[in-house]
């Protein structure tokens, strides 16, 4: 069983600070997700990282993927309350499967 | 819109009924997944379909569920004999046909609440 290990498991922080969430696992993966996920709402695709060592930017978010391809890091620079939410990592297993695997999240508050 | 949509939004049934929820997947998607949420973890998958063929189950679902896509769009997901520990929200997700990108485009989930 491939498991995704996310920290920290819940994050409060002022507008303005910057932070990092980690997404961990042993296993090797062929394509890491993040998805954002407010409320009552499924959650939304926000970036997707396949090859080791890749870093994306999204305005105020990196998303990084470890060389390896077993843990990714998202960045946030400057938070805003806009972005609170939960951030859910997933990960998409060698060998052809479509089957996404999600860590159990990283509950974000912004407060203003 | 033409995103997923899921229906119903909210359910609340009492312990040992039947309930069915159904999705309507992006129109031009042909893969279709069915995940559930409890809360504090993330989604686990539960099921998913490309057109009408069910490729894959997670053990996660017992005999008690069952999904269809008959005709390759819309999907339903039935529980027979519904008990607490199946309250949840149940998240359907439809992709493109293009290959497999990890890209996921999910409903606003439809929550189960067992009595």
């Known amino acids: 069983t491939q498991l995704l290990e996310q920290s920290p498991q819940f994050l409060s922080i002022q507008e303005g600070e910057n932070l990092t969430v980690y997404c961990n696992s042993s296993s090797v993966f062929s394509s890491l997700q993040w998805y954002r996920q407010e409320p009552g709402e499924g959650p939304v695709l926000l970036v997707t990282?396949?090859?080791?060592?890749e870093v994306k930017k999204l305005k105020r978010l990196t998303f990084q993927f470890g060389d390896a391809r077993k843990d990714s890091s998202l960045h946030i620079t400057a938070a805003q309350p806009g972005d609170t939410g939960l951030y859910l990592c997933?990960?998409?297993?060698?060998?052809?499967?479509?089957?996404?695997?999600f860590g159990k999240g990283t509950k974000l508050t912004v407060n203003p | 819109d033409t995103g997923v949509s899921q229906d119903p939004r909210h359910k609340i049934t009492k312990r040992g009924q039947n309930v069915t929820f159904r999705c309507d997947p992006i129109?031009?998607?042909?893969?279709l997944y069915w995940y559930r949420q409890t809360l504090g973890q993330g989604p686990e998958f539960l099921t998913y379909?490309?057109?009408?063929?069910?490729?894959?189950k997670s053990r996660l679902l017992s005999d008690r569920f069952s999904a269809e896509r008959p005709k390759g769009s819309f999907s339903t997901l039935e529980i027979q004999r519904t008990e607490q520990g199946d309250s949840a929200m149940y998240l359907c997700a439809s992709s493109p046909q293009t290959g497999f990108t990890g890209e996921l485009f999910f409903g606003e989930g439809s929550r189960l609440t067992v009595l």
């Open positions: 990282v396949v090859t080791g060592g």
């Open positions: 997933a990960g998409t297993a060698q060998g052809g499967s479509e089957k996404l695997v």
């Open positions: 129109s031009e998607h042909n893969r």
């Open positions: 379909f490309q057109n009408e063929a069910q490729l894959e």
